[in-house]
Each structure stands twice: as structure tokens, then as C-alpha cells.
């Protein structure tokens, strides 16, 4: 399990979203999280919920999970285009916060052939070539 102020928030957030908590041998918390938990549903109670916090810990670790769960969400055409606009105007309130997770999605230099779903997404609404 992740030490620190990653840990903390991952545990503030499953308790107060109901999710299943990572235990010691989990790496990517995030990634790992059942199919159950990465619907349309969720991914917009986890929006709500990322505009309620406070702490930047948690900011972080939900916006991971609002990430990875858009991706997947894309990847089977479920994402809601109204969603997805909630998402990036979290990410350019918080764009610093977020500037490695974004680095993550964008895969500067990368052709779209071996991209996320989710990269050319990312590169437009945060005019990125």
C-alpha cells in the first residue's frame, strides 16, 4: 500500500465513496478498481466529489481514478461528452496539481497509434498538439 498522504486520501475516499480499499500488495490503486466502480455513474459521482475537496492529496487521487475511468469509459464509446467537459474544466482549474497526470495522458511526442484512448481527448481541451 502507498505510505503517506496518498495513502490517507485513498482511504478518506473509499470510505466516503464506498470503494474497495487497496491492500499491501496493491501498486495502482486506481487501476485496480472493479468493473462495478468504473461505470458512467461513478465516474460522475467522482467528479462531484473531486469539486468538494479541499485537500490535494485527494484532489490527486480522485483524479486519477476520473481519468482512468474516462479512458475505459471512452474506449467502449460510454463517455458522456458533458462529462468529459466537467473533467476538463477540473483540470485546467488545477492544471499545476495535475501536471504529471496530465503528462501521463498527453504522451508528448507519442504518435496516436500507441496512445490511451483518452490522449487525443487530452491533448485538444488542453490545446496541446
Known sequence: ??????AI???CICEELGLPECDEYSQDWAYELPQAFRTTVSLSRYVSTYSTRQNDAERVVLMQLIMDVANDLLDNEE???????DIVELLNNRRTLHSDLIEHWVLEGETLDDAFALTP?????????
Open 121 to 129: 481527448y487530452v491533448r485538444r481541451a488542453l490545446g496541446m498538439p
Open 1 to 6: 500500500m502507498k505510505k503517506g498522504a496518498t
Open 79 to 85: 463517455l458522456p461528452e458533458e462529462l468529459w467537459e
Open 9 to 11: 486520501a485513498i482511504k
